[in-house]
C-alpha cells in the first residue's frame, strides 16, 4: 500500500490571519488524502520567547505602535538590515528536532520567522524536504524571502514577482485560503437609507478604528459597526462613546451578506474574506508597519480603495455606488481566479510564474 505525502504547515499565532490560512490549507490537503499537520513556529522558540513575543507584539499595537514602527522599519524592510532575524537560528535549531521525529515530504511556511527558519536547515542540507513559502501578506517583506527556499505561493502577480527577483526562486500565484463560507455570499442590493459598514480592527482589535466609526457616523449616510476582535476592552469604549462594536463574531459571511463595504486597517485575513464575499474594500488609518505597507500593496493591485484623509475615506465609500463597485468585485474575482494553494501539493507541482507577466 502506497505510504500517504506527508505535509508539515508552520504557521504563528500572531493574530488569527497565519492561523486562519494555514488550517484551511491542511483541512483542504486533508480532503485530498495528504496528511496534513499545523505547528506553531512559536512554540519552537525557548524559555517562553514564544509567548513574549506574541505579547510584546500585542502590547505594542495597542500601546506604542510607533515603536512597532520603528521595529519594522529597522529589521524587516530595511535595505541593509541584518540578514536574519535574531530569533532564526533558535527557532531552526528546534524545528530540524521537529523535522526529524515528523520527517515530512514537504513543509510550508506561512510566517515569516518559519520560512527564515526552513530557509536556512534547507539552505545548509539539513531539511531534506521541499520548503514552500506560502505569503500571506500583500507586502512581501524581506524576513519573508529566504533564498533557501524552493518556492513561494503568493496571493497576486506583482507580489511573486518581488519573491522571485529578490530570492531567484519560483513564485506562483494562489487563490487565497479563506474558508468556503465567504465564498457562498452573495451580498445584497445595498439599498437606500444608512448603510452597514462593517470596520475590520483584526483579531488582536488594534488601529484608530474609533475614529474611523465616527467619521462615518457623522455623515447620516453610514452606518459604522467595527469588528472588534478579541479586544473586550475596545467593544466597552465604542459602547461608551455611542458606537457600535462587536466582539468575536462567529457568523462573519453572514454579516458581510448585509454590509455596503468594509473599511479595512491591515490588509490581512478579513480583507481577503471580504474580498471573496464580494464585499468591496476600503482602507483607511493602517496600522504601522506591515499593515501600512500591505494596505499600499493592495491598493496598486487595484483591488482595494485607499483614502488618506476623512473626507477621502467618505468619498471612496460614494465612489462605490458609481462603477467601483464592479470594478473592486471584478479585481478580486480575479484573484480567486488563481490555481488553489491545495493543488500545488497534490501534485508537487504549480504553475510558476515567470517573465514579468503573472
Known amino acids: 500500500m502506497p505510504t500517504r505525502r506527508a505535509v508539515l504547515i508552520l504557521s504563528a499565532s500572531m493574530g488569527a490571519g497565519h492561523d486562519a490560512a494555514a488550517a484551511e490549507l491542511a483541512r483542504r490537503l486533508t480532503a485530498r488524502g495528504i496528511d496534513a499537520e499545523v505547528a506553531d513556529v512559536l512554540d519552537l522558540l525557548p524559555l517562553r520567547l514564544g509567548p513574549a513575543l506574541r505579547g510584546w507584539y500585542g502590547w505594542t499595537m495597542r500601546s506604542a505602535p510607533w515603536l512597532y514602527a520603528l521595529v519594522y522599519r529597522a529589521f524587516f524592510a530595511a535595505r541593509h538590515a541584518p540578514p536574519a532575524s535574531p530569533l532564526t537560528s533558535l527557532a531552526a535549531r528546534r524545528?530540524?528536532?521537529?523535522?526529524?521525529?515528523?520527517?515530512?515530504?514537504?513543509?510550508?511556511?506561512?510566517?515569516?520567522?518559519?520560512?527564515?527558519?526552513?530557509?536556512?536547515?534547507?539552505?545548509?542540507?539539513?531539511?531534506?524536504?521541499?520548503?514552500?513559502?506560502?505569503?500571506?501578506?500583500?507586502?512581501?517583506?524581506?524576513?519573508?524571502?529566504?533564498?533557501?527556499?524552493?518556492?513561494?505561493?503568493?496571493?497576486?502577480?506583482?507580489?511573486?514577482?518581488?519573491?522571485?527577483?529578490?530570492?531567484?526562486?519560483?513564485?506562483?500565484?494562489?487563490?487565497?485560503?479563506?474558508?468556503?463560507?465567504?465564498?457562498?455570499?452573495?451580498?445584497?442590493?445595498?439599498?437606500?437609507?444608512?448603510?452597514?459598514?462593517?470596520?475590520?480592527?483584526?483579531?488582536?482589535?488594534?488601529?484608530?478604528?474609533?475614529?474611523?466609526a465616527r467619521v462615518l457616523a457623522r455623515t447620516g449616510r453610514y452606518r459604522p459597526v467595527v469588528l472588534c476582535g478579541r479586544n473586550a476592552a475596545l467593544a466597552a469604549r465604542l459602547r461608551d462613546a455611542g458606537l457600535e462594536g462587536l466582539g468575536w463574531h462567529d457568523d462573519l459571511p453572514g454579516l458581510m451578506a448585509r454590509a455596503y463595504a468594509l473599511v479595512d486597517n491591515a490588509a490581512g485575513m478579513t480583507a481577503r474574506e471580504a474580498m471573496a464575499a464580494g464585499l468591496p474594500v476600503v482602507t483607511y488609518l493602517p496600522i504601522p508597519g506591515h499593515g501600512r505597507d500591505g494596505v499600499l500593496a493592495m491598493e496598486r493591485a487595484g483591488v482595494s480603495l485607499h483614502a488618506r484623509s476623512a473626507g477621502g475615506l467618505v468619498a471612496a465609500l460614494d465612489l462605490l455606488e458609481h462603477g467601483e463597485r464592479e470594478r473592486l468585485r471584478a479585481a478580486a474575482r480575479a484573484l480567486f481566479a488563481a490555481p488553489p494553494a491545495e493543488a500545488c501539493f497534490a501534485t508537487g507541482r504549480c504553475r510558476t510564474l515567470t517573465g514579468s507577466g503573472g
Not at 530540524?96 to 536556512?120: C, I, K, M, N, Y
Not at 483579531?203 to 475614529?211: I, L, P
Request: some cysteine; hydrophobic content about 40%; glycine content about 10%.
Open 95 to 212: 524545528l530540524l528536532r521537529l523535522l526529524r521525529r515528523r520527517r515530512p515530504d514537504e513543509v510550508v511556511s506561512t510566517f515569516h520567522l518559519a520560512a527564515q527558519a526552513a530557509g536556512t536547515l534547507r539552505r545548509r542540507g539539513l531539511l531534506t524536504a521541499r520548503s514552500t513559502v506560502l505569503l500571506t501578506d500583500f507586502a512581501a517583506h524581506r524576513l519573508w524571502l529566504h533564498p533557501g527556499n524552493d518556492r513561494y505561493l503568493c496571493p497576486d502577480p506583482a507580489t511573486a514577482q518581488e519573491a522571485r527577483g529578490a530570492t531567484g526562486r519560483p513564485a506562483s500565484c494562489y487563490a487565497p485560503l479563506v474558508r468556503p463560507s465567504f465564498l457562498d455570499v452573495s451580498p445584497g442590493d445595498p439599498g437606500e437609507g444608512r448603510r452597514l459598514v462593517l470596520v475590520s480592527a483584526g483579531s488582536w482589535g488594534v488601529g484608530d478604528v474609533e475614529r474611523t
